[in-house]
């Protein structure tokens, strides 16, 4: 060895002693009679710097701290009012002093006493009595202590704790997500006996009919020789009932030191095999002896399973699997990082009922509670090795034991738990020398498991070639179709995206076309979308809101905010509240285990059978565990339902067959069947309604909904058609629809539509363009043409419209709109638009009207009940559906619109009848906007743009043609059959008083 290589061992050494002095990491014990949680109020104080001056002696039982505030520890210091909050790397230089008094128990006399601190940001050094006990610096791993020389039992302790912001690596731990600080997780005294299990390793392996049970247990004697060679090691399987499965012997190793490593395998016959789909927990209860003398009992849930990759697959059990992912923090709005476990549970259930089964713990190791809860519930689960965010300092090699430290701290609390099924090492850094280190050294630590480096996008790109073949899975972060397709075989490796779809604000496009990519490939073993919750904290904000105003947080009333720092994290499927948003029910409807593969189904009346195709997408589950119960609608009437069984293996599928009768005279407007499938606890996990169809035709709504004949009488620019008026504005060409009382209900319009409301997403992929290069219409309607009435008479309108875009000059949108009044009291509505040198993205394009704002209620058939757009329509079903103008979910293109009615409370309104129509409605200052929409791009992406775009420059026309009816209070018998009475208001879902993306 060379002197350069000596001195950087000797680095190495020194480092790994550096901040994480006086540490002993042993198996905390599982029975509450060695445990003590000093959680609960403590004396603090808070000094906006490094320098603590005048109060280094805090940590002196004498210093009087009667005077400090108390705080709640767990909990973060900035939440509770000593310092305000920052996101990333924005985090401030502080110090938090913290002070408290334990007890030792009486019966811990003669016995070690450790204390261990779960999670404390940033880093921080301890003192028991006054005397220096260690220090650590990582935020979200377990350290232990052992402070048995400062105590005694029966007596009273002082701990003091000194918790800074600014130590060795604390960038690592700024993460995406707000940057809080202070002692996070439990605080547990504890006592073992002088010769104790100090660590547990459990391997399992799976045969065809058997599995391996490998047990190995580190005994340590504190005395400082090794354990008396009469001591024993013996472990008893039970399973999840309680009755014993085996019992066994581990035979002891040479000893080193005070250590003696015991082990045995074993075989397991006909075992019960963990997955995410059965999660089923033997329990492993160890028994060390000293001849006879029981010395302890510990016990450890455990999973019977095993992780392979073979021929570039991620297998478990053998069997390959598919991973429907979510990217999860350790955060809550109100408690910060002390997460609760309620809190937790509330989470899992959510992801749960979203068909998710894999979690990524970003970006660091979750609460130790979070991961028994994923064991006990079933999910697969990648932890993260916590350096992300700290790149400047990957090519110093003083930082490779900081990184190794954080490798061992996290593999040695959670490398038993079946749930965790891959390492990820780090978060979208540079793949430097030290990192390459990093994860080898996961891999000594953890030859079971498979690691990652979870990496952008661009940056795997042009590493992708020269990646190290020893990297068990590839990572890539938000790659576009075309380029996950190229992945897809180009590789001998199981990948796993990380990040691929980023739900900021509600635009959360590319999801659904990334996932059939990877659950189309074998070697694309799935991937995480980011992120299930927003990253908001509950705050007082010193500015008002209002509603309706633009807003990157979600607001409870004019001052009270769930804080998003931002657009920074605002990016969840699932608002800060965990109210879920519409991307939450577009993930559970991609990530469904059974999906319908047909649309539409032809029908012709009488008693017939229906057949439906299915596919299993469950990695482990036969269909027959699962229920179909299925409704026959005559509108909005149910007819027929049944049960229908199913038996399919997974992945494989299934034509579903349903028996039907259909009445010879088929007098509904529609016949709907709808599927709902249910798990063994009756939640329906996803739901499918076909629209019958006899023949291609649609019910004709302009017959259905005709009035008595009322001919059209034309008085200047008005034209009167029974209770109704229709009139052209002269000069503006405008037009406006009134009732008999003069009141609106299109109060003006014809508006040329070229985009939409702004959003966040779209706000941050386009920040830094120009008039020029910007592809977004901006105000998005354009509403002040130059026009021209070509023709007017009692049946027919022609006017030609000429629409500059606003605040860049030279573009156009020109053309006519063509109003044609009959004798039933309708208005049928043809329009034919060009653009005329006009550049740039059509999100939106089409016609639009100003309606009144007191046309509160939307009823409509088509898809619904969610706003849907190209590449984010799998949510959505088609029905009948009613929304409030003040509901959250109202604004928005809806799609196959066949008939859409706008009216107030009493049900005065209109009606617009359409054929499979795009129809957007939106909330404006001085009214609703109703648009019908020739064409409708995608979402954004946060960084790209939407993946199914329409370029204005490559329309030939924008055109389309609908019917307006206008309404009374006394609805026709039609539109009754189909949404009951007028006056029923929808009662708006509004758990927000202002919000992003309204």
């Known amino acids: 060895m060379n002197h350069k290589n000596i001195l950087f061992a000797i680095l190495i050494v020194l480092a790994l002693f550096i901040g994480n002095t006086a540490t002993a990491q042993v198996l905390m014990p599982t029975t509450n009679a060695n445990k003590v949680s000093l959680n609960g109020t403590w004396k603090f104080k808070y000094i906006a710097s490094t320098d603590i001056g005048a109060d280094s002696a805090f940590a002196n039982p004498k210093t009087d701290v009667s005077k400090w505030a108390n705080i709640k520890t767990p909990g973060n210091w900035e939440l509770q009012g000593f310092a305000e909050p920052f996101y990333g790397k924005n985090l401030k230089a502080g110090t938090g002093l913290y002070r408290t008094i334990f007890k030792i128990p009486a019966t811990w006399q003669d016995q070690p006493i450790y204390i261990a601190f779960d999670g404390v940001q940033y880093g921080y050094e301890l003192w028991v009595d006054g005397k220096f006990a260690g220090s650590f610096s990582s935020s979200y791993n377990r350290q232990t202590f052992d402070i048995s020389r400062f105590v005694s039992s029966g007596k009273s302790a002082t701990l003091a704790v000194k918790v800074s912001t600014r130590v060795k690596g604390w960038e690592f731990d700024t993460n995406d997500d707000w940057s809080l600080s202070g002692i996070i997780r439990d605080v547990t005294l504890f006592s073992l006996p002088k010769t104790h299990v100090k660590d547990l390793v459990v391997k399992t392996n799976v045969g065809n009919h058997d599995a391996t049970l490998s047990v190995s247990a580190l005994v340590e004697t504190v005395t400082g020789i090794a354990p008396a060679k009469n001591t024993s090691v013996s472990a008893k399987l039970l399973d999840a009932y309680g009755k014993p499965v085996k019992e066994f012997i581990l035979d002891s190793k040479a000893s080193a030191g005070n250590t003696t490593p015991f082990g045995q395998s074993v075989k397991i016959d006909a075992p019960h095999l963990w997955t995410a789909e059965s999660p089923y927990l033997y329990t492993l209860n160890i028994t060390l002896k000293n001849g006879n003398n029981e010395l302890q009992q510990y016990s450890q849930k455990i999973g019977i399973r095993e992780i392979t990759w073979t021929n570039g697959v991620l297998k478990l059990n053998g069997k390959p699997i598919k991973l429907r992912g979510v990217d999860h923090h350790d955060l809550s709005p109100v408690n910060g990082r002390a997460v609760t476990e309620k809190e937790m549970l509330q989470d899992l259930k959510l992801i749960r009922e979203a068909n998710i089964n894999f979690i990524r713990t970003s970006h660091y190791q979750p609460h130790p509670r979070f991961i028994e809860l994923c064991d006990s519930l079933g999910f697969y689960v990648i932890e993260e090795v916590p350096f992300g965010f700290g790149d400047e300092h990957l090519n110093d090699t003083t930082y490779l034991p900081v990184l190794k430290g954080r490798a061992k701290a996290t593999l040695w609390r959670d490398k038993n738990h079946p749930s965790i099924i891959i390492w990820s090492v780090g978060n979208e850094n540079p793949l430097t020398p030290i990192c390459i280190e990093t994860g080898k050294y996961v891999k000594s630590l953890d030859d079971t498991r498979p690691y990652c480096f979870p990496e952008v996008g661009s940056y795997f790109g042009r590493i992708a070639a020269t990646f190290p073949d020893q990297i068990d899975i590839l990572a890539p972060h938000y790659p576009d179709a075309s380029t996950l397709r190229g992945y897809a075989d180009r590789f001998n490796h199981p990948m796993v995206i990380t990040e691929y779809a980023h739900s900021l604000g509600l635009d959360f496009d590319r999801m659904e076309s990334l996932w059939e990519i990877m659950y189309a490939h074998p070697k694309l073993a799935g991937g995480a979308v980011w992120h299930f919750f927003d990253q908001g904290i509950l705050r007082k904000s010193p500015e008002k809101t209002a509603p309706g105003k633009f807003t990157t947080s979600v607001w409870l009333d004019s001052v009270t905010v769930y804080d998003n720092s931002g657009n920074e994290g605002a990016d969840g499927v699932v608002y800060a509240n965990r109210v879920p948003q519409v991307d939450y029910w577009q993930v559970r409807k991609v990530y469904t285990p059974v999906k319908a593969l047909d649309d539409t189904l032809q029908v012709v009346p009488g008693k017939q059978q229906v057949k439906i195709k299915l596919i299993n997408r469950y990695d482990f589950t036969n269909l027959s565990e699962r229920q179909c119960t299925w409704t026959l609608y005559a509108d909005t009437t149910a007819i ?38 249910k798990d063994k606890q009756n939640y329906t996990f996803y739901e499918k309604t076909y629209l019958l169809r006899n023949g291609n035709t649609l019910p004709d709504f302009r017959q259905k909904l005709a009035i008595k004949p009322a001919k059209p009488v034309l008085n200047g620019n008005n034209i009167s058609f029974g209770n109704f008026g229709f009139e052209v504005n002269q000069q503006t060409g405008m037009v406006s629809l009134k009732d008999a009382s003069g009141s609106a209900l299109i109060a003006d319009g014809p508006y040329a539509r070229m985009s939409r409301k702004t959003t966040m997403s779209e706000q941050a992929t386009t920040a830094k363009s120009t008039g020029d290069n910007n592809p977004i219409w901006q105000p998005h309607v354009l509403t002040k043409p130059a026009a021209k009435i070509e023709s007017i008479s009692a049946n027919k309108v022609l006017v030609s419209y000429n629409y500059e875009r606003q605040n860049i000059k030279g573009q156009f949108i020109t053309g006519t709109a063509e109003y044609t009044l009959s004798d039933s009291g309708r208005v049928d509505v043809k329009y034919h638009f060009i653009p005329n040198n006009a550049k740039g993205m059509a999100l939106e394009a ?144 509004k758990p927000f008083y202002n919000s992003y993306d309204q």
């Open 640 to 677: 027929q339902s049944g049960i229908s069984p199913m038996a399919c293996a997974p992945h494989d599928t299934l034509t579903l067959g349903i028996d039907i009768t259909l009445a010879q005279k088929l007098t509904a407007s529609y016949y709907t069947l709808k599927l709902q499938f």
């Open 846 to 989: 089409g016609i639009s009207f100003l309606i009144p704002s007191s046309l509160t209620e939307l009823r409509w058939v088509g898809k619904g009940p969610y706003p849907a757009y190209p590449g984010k329509n799998r949510l959505d079903e088609f029905g009948f559906y009613h929304k409030n103008s003040a509901d959250i979910n109202y604004q928005g293109n809806h799609e196959q619109v066949n008939l859409a009615v706008l009216s107030d409370a009493k049900g005065k309104g209109f009606v617009l009848v359409a054929n499979n129509a795009n129809v957007s409605v939106e909330n404006a200052a001085d009214g609703i906007i109703v648009s019908h929409n020739a064409y409708v791009s995608g979402r954004y992406n946060k960084g790209s743009n939407p993946e199914r775009s329409v370029r204005i420059e490559n329309l030939k026309d924008i055109s389309g043609s609908f019917s307006i009816i206008p309404l009374q209070s006394t609805w026709p018998l039609a539109l009754r059959q189909l949404f009951g009475d007028p006056s029923h208001v929808a009662v708006p879902f």
